[in-house]
């Protein structure tokens, strides 16, 4: 079974406007975590976002926000006022605790077009 | 601080020749995580180490893939012999922590090396 799953394999938006990236995943683990990369066309693997299980608040950095939905085992990334520099691809992860070995498991990531 | 290192950046070869790729995590960095990263797909771990300890490898092809991290510091990925679909990018990460504490925000990339096989 999947651990992570990404269902919009592309997408365009408009600048300046907001886009939503799906993410939901898998875990029986309490205690894991949940990160959101972008990893533009040079190959570089940039860390956005990390949301914990146990965190009370959705995580926020700058235009970024994690709408975490616990119960729904959901983690959707938004992204506000999209720039062109935003074009990439973007991939949803997650670390289970130590009984899983502590390892990172992505997802199949979603290409977000900014269109100007 | 610097990042995490890896060289070459590119590689051609042809099928069942061999292959060796290498990581420098960033100091003091006890896990270390080789991916391979088939175009268009997510990245799949493929050996994790602790120190100089192996944590998870289930997803090494060891037929063919090893790996090394003998003083706990740097690391290298061999291939041998290199098949058509072992064509990918190549990327090491470390993490200063193997486990979830606090805000612990994960994982450091390099660029990758990315490799093709003809």
């Known amino acids: 079974a999947q651990k992570i799953t990404q269902t919009q394999p592309g997408m365009f938006v408009q600048e300046k406007e907001a886009v939503t990236l799906d993410c939901t995943y898998d875990?029986?683990?309490?205690?894991?975590?949940l990160f959101w990369y972008k990893q533009p066309s040079s190959g570089e693997m940039i860390f956005l976002i990390y949301?914990?299980?146990?965190?009370?608040q959705n995580a926020t950095e700058g235009r970024y926000s994690l709408n975490f939905q616990k119960a729904r085992k959901s983690a959707n990334l938004v992204i506000s006022a999209s720039q062109l520099g935003d074009s990439a691809m973007y991939f949803c992860?997650?670390?289970?605790?130590?009984?899983?070995?502590?390892?990172?498991?992505f997802g199949g990531g979603t290409r977000v077009l900014v269109k100007p | 601080e610097a990042g995490v290192a890896q060289s070459p950046r590119y590689k051609i070869i042809e099928k069942r020749q061999s292959v060796a790729f290498w990581c420098n995590p960033i100091?003091?960095?006890?896990?270390l995580y080789w991916y391979q990263q088939i175009l268009g797909q997510g990245p799949k771990l493929l050996i994790q180490?602790?120190?100089?300890?192996?944590?998870?490898d289930s997803q090494l092809p060891k037929d063919r893939f090893s790996a090394e991290r003998l003083k706990g510091v740097d690391s290298t990925l061999k291939i041998q012999p290199a098949k058509l679909e072992d064509s990918a990018v190549y990327l090491c990460?470390?993490?200063?922590?193997?486990?979830?504490?606090?805000?612990?925000?994960?994982?450091?990339f390099g660029s990758g090396t990315r490799l093709t096989v003809v």
């Open positions: 990460a470390s993490s200063f922590r193997g486990y979830l504490k606090g805000h612990d925000y994960g994982y450091t």
């Open positions: 875990t029986s683990d309490p205690s894991y975590g």
């Open positions: 949301q914990g299980s146990y965190d009370q």
């Open positions: 992860a997650m670390r289970e605790g130590r009984a899983a070995g502590n390892k990172l498991t």
């Open positions: 100091s003091g960095h006890a896990t």
């Open positions: 180490f602790q120190n100089n300890g192996v944590v998870d």
